[in-house]
């Protein structure tokens, strides 16, 4: 099989399915890039991190629409096209700036199917996620957790290109609002991914690697983080189930639950803060669901709760490492 | 005025009382040092940037001078500013210590924002420099607010905010400048069109005519300026203020410049024609034009200006050499200044 990096998985996702289906459209700043320019070149950039390069001389500008600055109005277009008939997948650069049009996911995207009798609002938001280039504080943010507190809208968050692919392709194809979040420390990623069309799921986590000791969940660029400790310690015959959730809502409960009730001992590795977080939410499931099984108390692995800083040291202190994980692995084993 | 500038010893006037332009002798020497600093410490960047010294993402306002240094040389402390991504400039001609933005830009311990900002963040609330700003047309509502509080201080004191061409697009935009003409503020917008919004060109973004005709739509008035010549923003900048800071109520000013880097450093600018720049530079350069202006009218003498150029290229090495020894964040500072208290 071919391998490809995430950046090119979900370019290929894009093209595939723009093809596939004429009511899909693009729409963001930059999207295709150029518009207005001296250069005459258009499809100058492809998206500022190059994901959507190529659609426009495919596909067109009807369809791959270059926006101004005006995030309200790009996912309020979104809103309004998907409940006209559309699939749109719109572009947010930077999660981040989910404050500037934060109304249209929270107030609008989300209630469509709920206050107007199961309307279909079958819109894709993708934005970049995650800290990890000294981006700053307004630049870095994880904001699975804080999106998947919304009922409504489904939150995506592929942790590699195959799974980035096929998660992209169901998103698209879904009825649903999906917020699709793409870490910029995993576009240059890569792995083996088919050229074809296949879809995956939402909702349907995967045993990233099986043990009877502890139960890790990660989740987006740190499951690849965990993959290594995980290994490592299977070396001195500590094993533990891995578990990549892929989709933070729906959140595939089961997979973690039966793997907590084998193991008796959970460890989440999460980027979102910890405050009301994504790490939280899965202790107190399994606190809630599971709790004769546990043997140790639950161990989380998050940043602080601070914003995410500018210098490269104060950023790895924020970020979870290599060998935090594994002290909380060996944490709940101590129990 | 910074520490680091007030200890520069300037050329003495021939005469104290020698006006040119409207502006006092100490001012020209002042307006081309301040203009010379942001093209010098710009120029600085990008080469430490691409040596890999500076982390994170960098956008330099090369080529703007005119527009910041024509807008600030009229403010003081007392007033406010607030800056956008691209904020160097703004940060420079407000006043904010050189040294102190050379070390935050290179992630340091003793940096403007204790390294916790960087480049996109920099500010320094007792200069009346609000903060550069990460989320595009977020300055301008905060800058309102800013004006609220000079209004209800009543000391003459106004707000200033930059706002790009690309910027002009977004809602809270529309919003600040309403709300400043409903709540009659204090405030100067200054617009800064510099062809391009990233990726995408001027004339593709801005829906109506020009951006002049949308101010102008909010019942806001705006003076235009030649953004690439120091004296006609200070002049356009002078108008509108006489207005705002005498309780006339919201103004605009309204600049047409150029960006002689990408939109960040790494950008490899294929939205471009590639002899653009190189022409605006030979032809237009703001530094170029001031240095002109005086040599032909004799506001200054071609040795003063050489003499300003020594001594800011003094200062900005200074500022890398300090920068690179500066002491790293420890770790324990990343958990200081989340909250006063909590
Ligand atoms: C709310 C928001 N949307 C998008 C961005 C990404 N972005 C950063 S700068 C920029 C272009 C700004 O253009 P303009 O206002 O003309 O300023 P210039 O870069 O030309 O100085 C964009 C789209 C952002 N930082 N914030």
């Given at each position: 099989m071919p391998k490809k990096s995430m950046r090119e998985a979900i370019n290929e996702a894009?093209?595939?399915?723009?093809?596939?289906?004429?009511?899909?459209?693009?729409?963001g700043e930059d999207v295709s890039g150029g518009a207005g320019g001296t250069s005459g070149q258009r499809d100058a950039a492809g998206g500022v991190f190059g994901l959507t390069k190529g659609l426009l001389p495919k596909f067109g500008e009807h369809r791959v629409i270059d926006t101004p600055i005006s995030e309200s109005a790009i996912i309020g277009a979104a809103n309004g096209a998907a409940l006209a008939g559309l699939r749109p997948v719109a572009e947010i650069m930077f999660s981040d700036f989910i404050g500037v049009c934060f109304d249209q996911i929270l107030n609008q995207a989300a209630k469509f199917r709920y206050m107007f009798n199961g309307a279909k609002a079958p819109l894709v938001v993708r934005m970049t996620v995650g800290a990890g280039r000294s981006a700053a504080a307004q630049h870095s943010q994880s904001m699975h957790a804080l999106l998947s507190a919304i009922p409504g809208i489904k939150v995506v968050m592929p942790s590699n290109a195959y799974d980035a692919k096929g998660l992209l392709l169901q998103a698209i194809r879904d009825d649903d609002p999906v917020i699709f979040l793409e870490h910029k420390m995993l576009y240059n990623d890569t792995c083996e991914v088919p050229d074809g069309d296949y879809t995956i799921p939402f909702g349907e986590g995967v045993l990233v690697r099986e043990g009877e000791h502890v139960t890790v969940v990660a989740t987006g660029q740190l499951v690849k983080l965990a993959t290594g400790v995980v290994d490592r310690l299977a070396a001195?015959?500590?094993?533990?189930?891995?578990?990549?959730?892929?989709?933070?809502?729906?959140?595939?409960?089961?997979?973690?639950?039966?793997?907590?009730?084998?193991?008796g001992r959970l460890v989440v590795v999460d980027e979102a803060p910890p405050r009301c977080g994504f790490a939280a939410d899965v202790a107190a499931l399994v606190a809630r669901e599971a709790f004769a099984s546990l043997r140790a108390p639950v161990a989380t692995v998050t940043p602080p709760h601070?914003?995410?800083?500018?210098?490269?040291?104060?950023?790895?202190?924020?970020?979870?490492?290599?060998?935090?994980?594994?002290?909380?692995?060996?944490?709940?084993?101590?129990? | 005025m910074t520490a680091e500038q007030d200890v520069i010893t300037a050329p003495k006037p021939a005469s104290a009382a020698r006006h040119h332009d409207g502006l006092t002798h100490e001012q020209l020497?002042?307006?081309?040092?301040?203009?010379?600093?942001?093209?010098?410490?710009?120029?600085?960047?990008?080469?430490?940037?691409?040596?890999?010294?500076?982390?994170?993402?960098?956008?330099l306002y090369c080529g703007q001078e005119a527009v910041a240094v024509g807008a600030c040389e009229h403010l003081t402390d007392a007033d406010y500013i607030i800056s956008t991504h691209r904020g160097h400039g703004h940060c420079i001609a407000k006043g904010c210590d050189v040294v102190g933005m050379m070390k935050e830009i290179h992630g340091r311990r003793d940096g403007l924002n204790g390294g916790k900002g960087g480049s996109m963040h920099i500010a320094d609330i007792g200069k009346g420099m609000l903060g550069a700003n990460g989320v595009v047309g977020a300055g301008q509502p905060i800058a309102v607010g800013a004006a609220i509080a000079c209004k209800l201080r009543g000391e003459g004191r106004i707000a200033a905010s930059f706002t790009g061409d690309g910027a002009s697009n977004q809602g809270t935009v529309f919003e600040a400048m309403n709300m400043a003409v409903v709540l009659q503020l204090p405030k100067v917008f200054v617009f800064?069109?510099?062809?391009?919004s990233e990726h995408t060109g001027a004339s593709y973004g801005i829906g109506c005519e020009d951006i002049v005709k949308r101010i102008e739509g909010f019942g806001i008035p705006v003076w235009q300026a030649d953004g690439f010549d120091f004296f006609s923003v200070y002049e356009a900048m002078g108008k509108a203020l006489e207005v705002s800071r005498n309780g006339g109520g919201p103004t605009a000013i309204y600049c047409e410049t150029i960006r002689y880097f990408g939109h960040f450093e790494g950008d490899p600018q294929n939205y471009r024609a590639k002899d653009e720049v190189q022409r605006y530079r030979a032809e237009k350069d703001c530094l170029?034009?001031?240095?002109?202006?005086?040599?032909?009218?004799?506001?200054?003498?071609?040795?003063?200006?050489?003499?300003?150029?020594?001594?800011?290229?003094?200062?900005?090495?200074?500022?890398?050499?300090?920068?690179?020894n500066a002491p790293r964040p420890r770790a324990e500072d990343l958990l200081t200044n989340v909250y006063d208290n909590y």
């Open positions: 894009l093209h595939l399915e723009m093809a596939r289906d004429p009511s899909v459209i693009v729409l001195e015959g500590v094993r533990c189930d891995l578990i990549d959730p892929r989709t933070t809502s729906p959140l595939d409960e089961e997979l973690i639950l039966e793997s907590v009730r084998e193991t601070t914003p995410v800083p500018f210098a490269p040291e104060l950023e790895r202190e924020y970020l979870p490492d290599a060998a935090r994980v594994e002290r909380a692995i060996r944490s709940v084993l101590a129990h | 020497l002042s307006a081309y040092r301040q203009m010379k600093t942001i093209r010098e410490f710009e120029e600085r960047v990008h080469v430490e940037n691409a040596s890999g010294a500076i982390p994170g993402f960098t956008h800064e069109n510099n062809g391009y170029l034009k001031f240095r002109a202006r005086m040599e032909a009218n004799g506001g200054l003498s071609t040795d003063e200006l050489d003499a300003v150029d020594r001594e800011v290229g003094a200062l900005i090495e200074r500022a890398v050499q300090e920068a690179r």
